[in-house]
């Protein structure tokens, strides 16, 4: 079940992203209605207008793309079939800290016109967004034409020069990008160890580690935890660290789950915020850093034991070449 929470009263109306997806400059601030039902998603949802003045929406919540004609009549309306019976959102009591449950999945992110004139809509087949799928809709009549399910490294999508639909890995293509060096993790974390002491990034000055962003009702959690602790003990504790941050609101919950699985590595409680700070669209996500605390790796999900030898590999070479 997803958690809303405010966004930080600083928060950018509009944040400026480079093509790798970077943000690179703010406009304005947002404004949070004291209202928190006013801020829910029952309306939330990616739009876009061709050059005929119709309109394509897709809700956030609910599997289904709409095109209006300029007068705002509905003209079509398109569903991939992924639940047998869907609900407006359902909120449920705040739990004295502000964030609202909302019990519904998240089913559109994003939606683009092409150049060859077809609808591009990018959602998911799960309830957390974390395997995304791209449908290709054909503007006249809805019909969807295409669907391809991405990978769980594959985050970026895009239009070759014949029109071909293309899938990439974004951070291999940021690797490769001409960015004057490894990008410096940020922001620093500081926050509360599983006995309340604080722990912050620069503990981990010197070592590859590996920072990891989970949650205890997150499944894809439960099966990467193991492959975690493995990954752990291959490694000296001089060359290489994990640190887990904990999405978890409820802190009873988490205890649970550390009990069950008794990681060897730290655990930090993230207290329900850390999407806010980290902008990640899904749990699990994991970022391995060098012995200088820049970004080397970004992983978007769990991917199985070959992401995690393939993981181990880069651990290992950089530990090899520092």
């Known amino acids: ?91 449920r009591p705040a739990h004295g800290r502000g964030e609202l449950e909302v019990d519904e999945a998240i089913v559109n992110v994003a939606l683009v016109l092409g150049p060859d004139g077809r609808l591009y809509v990018l959602g998911a087949d799960d309830s957390a967004a974390t395997k995304l799928r791209l449908d290709v809709i054909d503007t006249a009549g809805g019909a969807i034409v295409e669907t391809r399910h991405l990978g769980a490294r594959e985050t970026a999508v895009a239009l070759d020069a014949h029109g071909r639909l293309t899938t990439f890995d974004a951070d291999s293509l940021a690797a490769r990008a001409p960015a004057g060096g490894r990008e410096p993790f940020l922001p620093a974390f500081a926050l509360p160890d599983t006995s309340g002491d604080t722990v912050s990034l620069a503990r981990f000055a010197g070592k590859v580690t590996l920072v990891d962003f989970w949650a205890s009702w997150c499944d894809p959690c439960r099966a990467e935890f193991p492959h975690m602790i493995d990954l752990f003990h ?45 902008h990640y669209r899904g749990l699990p996500y994991s970022i391995l850093l060098d012995r200088k605390g820049r970004v080397v790796a970004r992983i978007f999900g769990f991917g199985g034991p070959s992401e995690f030898q393939e993981l181990s590999s880069t651990i290992a070479k950089e530990i090899g070449g520092s």
Do not use: C
């Open 1 to 91: 079940m997803p958690t809303l929470a405010a966004e930080p009263a600083d928060a950018p109306l509009l944040q400026l992203l480079d093509t790798l997806g970077r943000p690179v400059d703010r406009l304005a601030s947002i404004h949070v209605p004291p209202t928190p039902f006013l801020a829910g998603i029952t309306n939330a949802g990616p739009a876009t207008v061709d050059r005929n003045g119709a309109v394509y929406y897709a809700p956030l919540v609910r599997d289904e793309i709409v095109k209006y004609d300029r007068s705002g009549m509905r003209r079509w309306v398109a569903r991939r079939g992924l639940y047998p019976k869907e609900t407006d959102p359902v909120y």
């Open 234 to 278: 291959r490694y000296r504790r001089s060359d290489f660290e994990i640190v887990a941050i904990s999405d978890d609101v409820d802190r009873a919950q988490m205890l649970a789950f550390l009990r069950q699985y008794r990681p060897p590595f730290p655990v930090l409680a993230g207290g329900g915020r850390m999407k806010q700070v980290y």
